[in-house]
């Protein structure tokens, strides 16, 4: 099963600064070889189900091996049987759609 | 790794009605023997890291057998290294502090 | 515009536990007079829009005055024109169609 | 209060296929003229609290009224105020910190 994933670790109790945890984060995701992309609020991952949660569990274990106590992460899943689809794919299905100021 | 999820499974393409998709979820979160609690918009589960993630995609892979095309999900995911907490105590450390009118 | 949301705010930068924000929250939402149901992960509240989302912003301005230099909130939001749905009515209709165990 | 959103608008009841109503929201929110950046699986927008609140609720309508009778629409929402930060400035300081090879 297919999945594209959006994910946003938050580290609590660690002070103000969270951009260390994130960057860890992501060194764990691009080490995975899975297809991702950061943006401003989180990183859009996908791959194969099984592949992207370990990527995921990784995370909350290299974060709390950083030192923060706690952690709360907000992910979205995508799952489709009628095709697969790719990161930016999804991105461009909605911009042919949407005119060019934007 | 123990974990608290809060998990809103949404199929798409299945019209407009859901309650069908979400009752599978519960059966599914029932039978695996994890704690868990049904809410208006979602449901929290805990238990270990594995299972829990395990019943996240059995979710997936059965609503996709009851014809959902696709599905997107949102979940929170809370670990904690300092202890362990439960769900019930989660509820509790608020309303503890929380004035008796609500 | 009836809505009904789930919210979970997260203060970041004020140490590991979060319940006292999270209690002000509650009582932020209890005055607003909104329908509202604390689960182990976020609230469920429900109402006009616009009273709901003045709740919303109300939250933020209370946990920043707790002390709070940051805060992440993670929110869904539900509206539907075909019907008014209440907050107990969502889980009832899921509970109607779960085997007794769960 | 200057806020940065996440927001992903999934429409419920319109067939498998969403870009329409998704390129929808993106007009809303590029007719506003806040900062804005598409994603795989959602859109990052910033602003003025009420201003991007306003947007929200806009998708909501628009949406509506292209025909879905139902939306669940999950956002994030961080406000800080320790200081302003920008879409670009949030990637940066996570980028600043990641290998190359990411």
């Known amino acids: 099963m297919h999945v594209i994933i959006d994910i946003c670790v938050v580290p609590i109790g660690v002070g103000v600064?969270?951009?260390?945890?994130?960057?860890?984060?992501?060194?764990?995701?691009?080490?995975?070889g899975l297809e991702h992309r950061l943006h401003a609020y989180g990183t859009?991952?996908?791959?194969p189900w099984d592949e992207v949660m370990a990527v995921v569990k990784r995370c909350h274990e290299v974060v709390?091996?950083?030192?923060?106590?706690?952690?709360?992460?907000?992910?979205?899943?995508?799952?489709?049987?009628?095709?697969?689809?790719?990161?930016?794919?999804?991105?461009?299905?909605?911009?042919?759609?949407?005119?060019?100021?934007?």
């Open 44 to 47: 859009n991952v996908e791959g």
């Open 64 to 102: 709390h091996d950083m030192g923060a106590p706690r952690i709360t992460t907000t992910m979205k899943i995508s799952t489709r049987t009628d095709r697969v689809q790719h990161l930016d794919e999804k991105v461009a299905s909605v911009t042919a759609r949407t005119p060019e100021r934007d």
């Open 17 to 32: 600064s969270v951009s260390p945890h994130v960057a860890a984060c992501q060194k764990v995701i691009g080490e995975a």
